[in-house]
């Protein structure tokens, strides 16, 4: 329907600039002749034109509709094709698709087709390209994190890795157990909190990880190949936790952010800390039971 009103106004516009411009041309013709002619020359010229009047008029309808006989080519040529060309390379860039472009019109329309045609093939090419590096990435990223999880199950002492937000990326089974046994009521368990893409700071404190983190940025501007921070905290279960923090940096890290997350490695010191008051305690004693015995041995002595 929208080709249809567009031809029709073509036809329409072509049709009123033919008349006017013969009409504009006869009567400009007309003019020019009758300044030159006499009154007897005028009158002549009459009679010998009026009786044909009606041949002139059908001479003009006659390149009238020829005019018009030609407009739906030149519509077709120089209208609607650069119309459809501009509405399937629309339909190119909004749906994706990899259908090519049918070059119709003028000489410069088509080589335009064809010339977004080949954009199209390459843009195909780049995005197969782009997709196959990303899933070899994405490939590459599943080993190593497979590996990564092989080697952490391994280890003895816990470890959690997080992302600079402080979001669970990788932890191993020690850790599991470990944040069981820190579970500050039974109906709590480890899954509340530790999980993949869960909040460490469910359990350690904000302030004390970011100021980890700013130690470790320190020694990392002046210099430090590797560099490490850690705190001691106590969780709500009332156990003591020591907490070794490494950075994870990214590759080309920059000076000003050189960290994507850390490694946190966590030991349970609640015991070593009460084995260490116990003998505090039981050496003070000792101290206070032999120390009438050694006043007494030193005044002996002396």
């Not at 209208?79 to 410069?108: D, H, M, N």
Request: glycine residues 8%; positive net charge.
């Amino acid at each position: 329907m929208r080709r249809d009103r567009r031809l029709l106004a073509a036809l329409a516009a072509a049709a009123l600039a033919t008349a006017l411009l013969l009409a504009g041309w006869a009567l400009a013709s007309s003019a020019l002749v009758g300044s030159t002619l006499t009154a007897g020359e005028k009158q002549a010229l009459q009679d010998l034109l009026g009786p044909r009047l009606p041949l002139l008029v059908l001479a003009a309808v006659m390149v009238i509709g020829a005019v018009l006989a030609g407009v739906p080519a030149l519509y077709r040529r120089w209208l609607a094709a650069p119309a459809r060309l501009y509405e399937q390379t629309q339909v190119l860039l909004t749906t994706g698709t990899e259908r090519e472009i049918e070059p119709i019109g003028s000489a410069p329309v088509q080589g335009l087709a064809r010339a977004i045609n080949q954009l199209a093939r390459e843009r195909a090419e780049l995005r197969g390209d782009v997709a196959r590096q990303v899933a070899e990435g994405s490939r590459n990223l599943e080993q190593e994190r497979n590996r990564l999880a092989a080697l952490m199950s391994e280890l003895t002492q816990s470890v959690v890795v997080c992302n600079l937000d402080g979001r669970i990326l990788l932890y191993n089974n020690r850790a599991r157990l470990q944040f069981r046994a820190l579970a500050g009521s039974p109906e709590v368990g480890a899954s509340a909190l530790i999980g993949l893409g869960r909040s460490i700071y469910t359990v350690f404190d904000r302030q004390l990880v970011a100021h980890a983190l700013d130690s470790i940025r320190q020694r990392l501007l002046r210099g430090a190949a590797h560099p490490s921070a850690q705190f001691v905290t106590a969780t709500r279960g009332g156990q003591l936790l020591r907490v070794q923090m490494a950075p994870v940096r990214a590759p080309q890290a920059e000076l000003d952010a050189p960290l994507s997350g850390f490694v946190l490695m966590l030991d349970n010191i609640t015991r070593d800390l009460a084995d260490d008051t116990a003998r505090d305690r039981l050496l003070h004693k000792l101290s206070e039971g032999h120390r009438s015995s050694l006043g007494n041995l030193q005044a002996a002595v002396e």
